[in-house]
């Protein structure tokens, strides 16, 4: 990257810390005003700072729209896609991603399992709202009042003798989701299949998606599985992280994981 670049892109985080002027903008560069100036008068004609009144500087209305048309043509699917193959690679399960959209949990994107009994699922089909890993994490991430108002309208079909019984037992469940942040899924939906889940967070640390692992108990126990939740998190972590654009950061697996099912 050219020293000029170099330096102009510079401006912006210091900015972003409040306004500034030329005095300021200069010494933090290490540079002769007149350097900055020129820098500022750039980014000024660019819409990426603005002069106040007070001959300070701050960003300009021009990067947040930027940022705002970036983070609407970001794809989640597509991030995700190539870490989804690799996780599968590494455990052999089907991988599942999910986002909540119009009052329904769907999954957008899926790597089969390779192994001989699979899963049906498909692409663009509603999840099992009450009782899915994935939708407990997206559903969890509602505000409170939200979240209230959904699971009182929602039914609660028994799919299993492990399904969700009623909208009080859900929003429980939902509060042990938000404060451990990963879910579960054991034998809720079908007896047979387990689930372990974790969250995709987008630049505004809300969850965006949620990617599972899944796998038919005659291939392997809930507990093989919940001993796949940390690779599973790191996972996420991974494409929260190129889709937000922040450093990976995972926060370490309870150690009552295996113990503490939802």
Known sequence: MSQTVDRALSILPLLAEGPAD??????????????????LRT?????????????????????????????????VREIAHPHLVRLNEQCGHTVHLAVYEEHEVLYIDKVDSRYPVRMYSRIGKPVAITVAAVAKLLLADLPEAERRALAEKLDYPSYTPRSTPNAEAFLRELAKVRDQG????????????????????????RVAAAMS????????????????????RRTADAISAEFSGRPPVTEQPSQNARKDHV
Not at 54 to 69: I, K, N, P, T, V
Not at 183 to 197: K, M, P, R, Y
Not at 213 to 232: C, G, W
């Open 182 to 205: 990963w879910a579960t899924d054991l034998g809720g939906h079908e007896e047979s299949i387990n689930c372990v889940a974790a969250p995709i967070r987008g630049a505004d640390g």
């Open 43 to 75: 980014l000024h004609e660019h819409g990426l700072v603005y002069r106040q009144t007070d001959q300070r500087y701050r960003l300009g209305a021009r990067l947040f729209a930027l940022a705002q048309e970036a983070m609407e043509n970001l794809d």
């Open 22 to 39: 030329l005095g300021q903008v200069a010494d933090r560069l290490g540079v002769h005003k007149s350097t900055a100036l020129r820098l």
């Open 213 to 232: 692992v899944s796998a038919p108990n005659v291939v392997v126990t809930a507990d093989e599985l919940l001993a796949l939740l940390p690779l599973v």
